[in-house]
């Protein structure tokens, strides 16, 4: 599987962005899908998962209720929509796809067997 993330871009705070991260080699239909983010100077950490079919989704605490990470399997393309956005959510966010055999995402990166090369979101106070 190739992952491709994109949509990344700087926004001052309160504004909005929607990440989208496209699949080739494999549908992303077959996999549960998540989204990490790193800032500088931090460990990667857990931001998202969706399941493999769409209908389970899981959030970090520091973003729920403002993050929404959604599938469309006909395009074999995963999405962040990101609102309310703060300037602790700057880093570079990164798409991930678990191996076939999960139905669930993980909140660890080590559960997560192919990445995207990661898209810069700054947020400007």
Request: with cysteine.
């Amino acid at each position: 599987v190739q992952l491709q993330a994109s949509g990344g871009g700087l926004v001052q705070a309160g504004g909005s962005l929607r990440l989208s991260c496209a699949a080739s080699g494999r549908t992303s239909s077959n996999h549960a899908m998540g989204w990490f983010r790193q800032a500088p100077g931090k460990e990667r950490e857990f931001v998202a998962t969706i399941s493999r079919g769409g209908g389970l989704t899981n959030y970090a605490d520091s973003v729920k209720g403002r993050f929404t990470i959604s599938k469309d399997n006909a395009k074999n393309t995963v999405y962040l929509q990101m609102n309310g956005l703060k300037p602790e959510d700057t880093a570079v966010y990164y798409c991930a796809a678990r191996p076939s055999t999960y139905y669930s995402g993980s909140y660890s990166p080590a559960g997560y067997d192919y990445w995207g090369q990661g898209t810069l979101v700054t947020v400007s106070s």
